[in-house]
């Protein structure tokens, strides 16, 4: 799985000496939207060199935002994810404008029911709790059926015995929902509490961007917090800190780097060593007896 840099670099160098050739021979181009174009660096890389790479660009290190199912490809080991409460949704979502609608149309486009895929996996062989947010629906802001699809996992994680695996990711908690939605950052920090306390180990992976209520419950409540390179991680935004305390804030404010160098998470971690990362911590931490 592991890639050098150098390897990574040929294998992008073949891929347009080959797409070169095609258009020289035959007079047609490879479509332009098999090529991916980097948010930061703004290189452009064949999508399918992109998902070989576990979606980092191989010429700046960026870590793409991945949908739920494919950070559950890269980490689960093969075909042992088996989903839990897919048809867990919102009963009510009527009292928002336009809030059913966006529930629907985000379905529609993801595939997925909600913003958090839950499901038991094994991960190195060991059979792990697995929560995955997935931001291109609502930007996996939380509201009640997220935080009743998390809490259910952490109490089956205790019910079973196992180590809980959560990828973080999220606006916050979903407006449309007001005090519900708040009240689901209660419910899954003493749940998380209960499954503490009945030595139960959490890993919580904070990716790009974890915000708002999410990062100011489960996700920062973690036994080890690990994080991608370069991940947003805070609670409110950078510009209305600063315009509160009426000061300038460093550059990497609220970067995994600098909560890093600060202490606030354990280690960060580059997606071609997650999974070999959380199989090593999984082990340490293994629940014996
Ligand atoms: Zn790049």
Excluded: W
Excluded at 178 to 205: N, P
Excluded at 247 to 274: C, T, W, Y
């Amino acid at each position: 799985m592991e890639q050098s840099f150098k390897e990574r670099k040929n294998k992008l160098t073949l891929f347009k000496t080959l797409r070169h050739a095609i258009k020289e021979k035959q007079g047609r181009d490879i479509p332009d939207n098999v090529f991916i174009t980097c948010p930061k660096c703004k290189a452009s890389t064949p999508s399918e060199s992109l998902m070989h790479d576990l979606y980092v660009c191989p010429e700046c290190g960026y870590h793409y935002k991945l949908s739920a199912r494919e950070r559950v490809r890269q980490i689960c080991d093969r075909g042992s994810f088996s989903a839990i409460d897919k048809n867990l949704v919102n009963v009510d979502t009527d009292a928002f404008p336009g809030y059913t609608e966006k529930i629907d149309s985000c379905q529609r486009q993801t595939g997925m029911s909600e913003a958090v895929l839950t499901g038991i996996g094994k991960i190195g062989g060991k059979k792990t709790a697995v929560a995955v947010m997935d931001s291109r629906f609502m930007m996996a802001s939380m509201g009640s059926a997220v935080g009743e699809r998390i809490t259910r996992l952490i109490e089956l994680a205790a019910k079973k015995r196992l180590p809980l695996v959560i990828f973080c990711a999220s606006g916050g908690a979903r407006m449309q929902e007001g005090i519900i939605s708040l009240m689901q950052m209660v419910k899954t920090s003493a749940a998380l509490e209960r499954f503490s306390e009945a030595g139960g180990f959490y890993l919580s992976v904070l990716t790009n961007p974890t915000t708002g209520g999410v990062s100011a419950s489960f996700a920062t409540l973690g036994d080890i917090l690990i994080a991608e390179p370069d991940s947003l991680i805070g609670f409110a935004g950078k510009r209305v800190i600063e315009n509160t305390i009426k000061e300038k804030l460093p550059e990497n404010f609220q970067k995994a780097e600098f909560l890093l160098e600060k202490g606030a998470i354990d280690a960060i971690v580059h997606r071609s060593q997650m999974k070999s990362t959380i199989e090593k911590l999984l082990v340490l931490h293994e629940r014996r007896g």
